[in-house]
């Protein structure tokens, strides 16, 4: 235990990463939220911010609350990180800007515009086949299934040996917690997938035309290296796989437990870019990371010390009812910009714009040629210290009664 240097503050013994959390954050985000602003969490020693206004305050100081000290538990000024750190996510201003300027030009509307037909067959092809069957793990076979190949093959990876991008990713959103038995048990297998992974970062991996390839492109043009180049596929690979599929998977798991939401998706499939902010509002996949201050910050009549971990609750700001009207209910009519679900501020997803895209053309394929989802068993959720999902969710289908086409 950590005693409390904050005077005034409240100490919490709140562990995020119990399993019993994990499996329903919710109500402890709501004990959070309303024990102050600012908590002290005693087993780790670190404050916590649950309150949609004092995530927004810190994710908007990148100067007083860095990254470039991990945003993980960890302070990489004191532990040495698992892996390399990430040269976008794991870095301030002023470098972090010009990495961050090449990557949005990569992951821009513009870019990604030019994927969405191949993403819309992708998605038909694989709807189609499933409805057909009629039962299926939508987890395993549409929600992993289709960001593994269509985001994949944006990239530009190789077919063989994707089936390492979900445990790879496991590993760094595992990383961003405390080093428990969660993330010594994900450790213990993780050769192969790190092995693939630095592999299928070289240039020599990926296709031409990838967005791999497009890194490339950028340090021929000078404006990063080209070992920067390959790190950025590797951001590629580490953020963009499991995030998208387990938003798939959390759609899934809101419209099966409501369904006249679906009801109204199904009415209306052009819902589906406001359904999903509304997912990544009511139950995001990522839910917590930290900063850490750069010196002594004062905030909200508190002074912070310097090196202070602050654990920033995206996903209990999105539930904040001082921000949201009926915050616990999911309604994909409501307006959901605003929310948390890709951060803010200079570290904001990336890749959101690419998350969007997956997400609108999935639901839009489903929504088109699905009446009903059923659940046919429970869904298995996956164990992660940072971000959450499914491991399975076994459903049937009930088509839909116009023609699609
Ligand atoms: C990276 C990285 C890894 C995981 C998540 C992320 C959400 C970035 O390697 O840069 O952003």
């Not at 009415?267 to 009511?282: D, M, W």
């Not at 088109?368 to 164990?383: D, M, Q, T």
Request: hydrophobic fraction near 40%.
């Amino acid at each position: 235990m950590h005693a409390n240097p904050y005077s005034g503050v409240p100490v919490s013994d709140f562990d995020p990463y119990d399993s019993a959390v994990l499996a329903n954050p919710y109500p402890h985000y709501e004990r959070l939220r309303e024990a102050g602003p600012w908590v002290w969490l005693e087993r780790y020693g670190a404050l916590a911010v649950a309150r949609h206004e004092q995530v927004h305050a810190v994710l908007s100081k990148p100067d007083l609350f860095c990254s470039s000290a991990g945003v993980g538990l960890a302070n990489f000024h004191t532990e040495t990180p698992w892996r390399k750190p990430s040269i976008i996510l794991e870095a301030d201003p002023p470098n972090h800007g010009r990495i961050r300027k090449v990557v949005a030009r990569v992951l821009s509307p513009a870019s990604i515009g030019r994927l969405r037909s191949t993403f819309e067959a992708v998605a038909a092809r694989m709807v189609d086949e499933l409805v057909e069957r009629g039962s299926f793990d939508i987890a395993r076979e549409l929600c992993e299934a289709f960001p593994t190949k269509a985001f994949g093959d944006a990239v530009g990876l190789p077919a063989e040996g994707r089936e390492h991008l979900l445990p790879y990713g496991d590993m760094v959103f595992n990383g961003f917690g405390p080093i428990n038995e969660r993330f010594h048990e994900r450790m213990k297998t993780s050769g192969e997938a790190v092995n693939w992974i630095a592999q299928v970062c070289r240039r020599e991996a990926l296709t031409t035309d990838g967005l791999g390839a497009q890194l490339y492109a950028a340090a021929d043009d000078g404006e990063i290296t080209h070992e920067e180049a390959s790190m950025l596929v590797r951001t590629l690979l580490s953020a963009g796989l499991d995030t998208t599929i387990f938003t798939l998977c959390n759609a899934i798991v809101s419209f099966t437990a409501h369904p006249e939401q679906w009801a109204l998706l199904h009415e209306n499939p052009s819902l589906a870019r406001q359904a999903l902010e509304e997912v990544l509002r009511y139950d995001p996949t990522f839910h917590s990371f930290y900063r850490t201050t750069t010196q002594a910050v004062e905030v909200d009549g508190i002074t912070l010390q310097p090196e202070q971990k602050v654990a920033v609750f995206i996903a209990s700001a999105n539930r904040d009812p001082r921000r949201w009207p009926g915050a616990d209910t999911f309604d994909i009519t409501r307006r959901a910009t605003g929310h948390t679900g890709f951060g803010a501020g200079i570290h904001g997803c990336a890749g959101q714009m690419m998350a969007r895209l997956e997400g609108e053309v999935l639901l839009t394929a489903l929504a088109r040629r699905v009446a009903r989802i059923h659940r046919e068993g429970e869904p298995v959720l996956h164990f992660n210290n940072t971000v959450r999902g499914l491991k399975s969710l076994p459903v049937s289908v009930e088509p839909s009664l116009a023609a699609v086409h």
